[in-house]
């Protein structure tokens, strides 16, 4: 059997205009983004979508390929009659995924977005033009049905999609089986898992603890380290903090001492001396580790077990997990039991 490789494309607008809008559930939508989506899960057409984001004219240009699947061709489905001349597009081959990474990329096919608030949402927010146009093109993405699923196995385990990156204001208007999502996030989780490879050198090299590592955790545990930086920093707490320390403290070259690097080993010497032992052959060491602990938490353990609790209304971004209020207790309670597995105590936001 030769693979079907002829993609045509149509006028959008047209078929908009002809077939209208639908509302489900209380949101309203074109019926083609609907009816497209739902035959891509089912398995009978693919489609591509090629285009440009301008947030300035507030138009995201897109052209979309389709294509009726192989399978179906066989079972006797055909293309209607028309003038369009049909392409061949290489596209990139998909990545097969299995275990928890193959569920994980099954229940994405479940998100929609409320695409008038987010959009709403997008031109309130105080962002350059670039950082606009690239929310603009996730948010168009996910209404697109396009996923952009990938796992960075060569390095972190990470899992990656279109909502992975879209901006933190943005993720309230994205929903599962049409359902919002409420936020299970671990306070500073990435220097609580710090703990973790402290008590693997102490245990190595340091059998008496000190009085700056007790600190250190216990500050991580409680859900208070950054308040206190921040005021030992005398900088406010936001976003832009919390990026910065890693920066200049976790993920930094140890050629160079930062102004806040200075200050936290002046507040935590001994942990700062742990941090230098895990970048001494290279910086970059510490925070692959750190992301592979994270996935090896969230991942491997969290999502596998919340998945064989068959709880299929959530998604994982990083060190935080989005799920329907139906699974908000069980989700929280399995991410604290997996931390605690880790011999860490999370405090969730």
Known sequence: MIPNKRYFTFSQTHVNEVMGRVKIKGKSDDSLYVVRNDLKKLGIINFNVTGTSDINKGKYTRTVY??????????????????????EIKLKERQEYTGVYGKLRDILFNVSIDYQGAIKELKSLDLDDKKKSFNLTRINNIRDGIINFSVDFKSTLRVFHSISNLKRELRKYILINGKPLLEV????????????????YTNAYLPESSTDIDYYIQLCETGRLYDYLSEQFGVKKTPEFKKEFFAKVFFSTENRLYKFRKIFDSLFPTVSKIISFYKEKNYKDLSIELQRLESEVMISNVAKNLIDLEVNEFITIHDAIYCTNEFYNVVRAEVISSFHNFGLNANIK
């Open 66 to 87: 389709y294509k009726i699947n192989d399978k179906y061709l066989n079972q006797g489905w055909h293309e209607v009659k028309h003038s369009i001349e049909p392409v």
């Open 185 to 200: 996030d671990v306070s500073n989780a990435q220097p609580l898992l710090f703990c973790k490879m402290i008590r693997e």
